[in-house]
């Protein structure tokens, strides 16, 4: 399993007491990993000890703003290349079958083009593959990164690192289409309605055309790196 892969899965995941627990260890796994520059790896540090000493109801509140509320954040990729059009379906059924066909089955409420679920995949793949597949997603990852960036968000530097091990420049004609979409305030909840009623939107070229992400993903790092399943869905 590629360590690295998963611990940024992790980080990108709804934070949990578990995962705060883990985070010396998914620290540690971070900066030893020799693919990213020592600057990239000094530059995740902020994000591992902001996850492992804020208070959770902190750690959590901030998550739900960043990702679950802003469209232009969503870390279900496919939001990114589909919006709501009948082809994000297809893309998504595509995207199962390629995790079943690689003996993945995810146990979470999540979609199957979450981040952190294709990232646990990915954990499980040969490294040649992973980088073609983080290839076709980079322009979104240079995206996310840049409008974290604007909210002075250390979660910025997770989306800077997967750009350094996809081993590419993102187009950046994809990246500046991505940016021309509006920032929503997450605190007006009447524009957020109007964003997410949309009927289709689409940015730049398909990362997933030909489905290059179909291909395989995840296995388990260490039980003490596997949080328990995001309690915003226990009810569900």
């Given amino acids: 399993m590629d360590r690295t892969l998963k611990a940024l899965s992790l980080i990108l995941s709804y934070p949990t007491r578990e995962l705060q627990a883990a985070m010396p260890e998914i620290g540690g796994v971070l900066a030893a990993e020799t693919r990213l520059t ?17 208070d959770i109801y902190d750690l959590e509140e901030q998550y739900v703003m960043l990702f679950d ?44 083009d979450h981040l952190p679920v294709l990232l646990e995949f990915l954990s499980t793949r040969p490294f040649a593959e992973v980088q073609e597949t983080l290839a076709d997603a980079a322009h979104i990852f240079a995206a996310l990164q840049e409008r974290l960036q604007r909210r002075d968000s250390g979660y910025a530097a997770a989306f800077a690192a997967l750009i350094q091990l996809a ?47 179909s291909r395989d993903i995840l296995s388990r790092m260490d039980s003490t790196l596997t949080p328990n399943p995001d309690p915003r869905h226990a009810a569900e």
């Fill in 38 to 54: 020592a600057a990239a790896r000094r530059a995740l540090r902020p994000l591992v000890e902001d996850l492992a000493a804020r």
């Fill in 69 to 112: 509320r802003s469209r232009t954040l969503s870390l279900n990729l496919f939001e990114h290349v589909h919006g709501e059009s009948r082809d994000r379906g297809g893309a998504m059924v595509s995207l199962v079958e390629t995790y079943r066909a690689g003996g993945f089955d995810p146990v979470t409420t999540e979609l199957p």
């Fill in 167 to 213: 081993g590419i420049t993102a187009d950046e004609g994809a990246v500046a289409e991505l940016l021309e979409q509006a920032d929503v305030d997450p605190n007006d909840l009447e524009a957020l309605d109007e964003v997410w009623e949309e009927s289709e939107v689409r940015f730049g070229p398909d990362p997933y055309a030909g489905c290059p992400v």
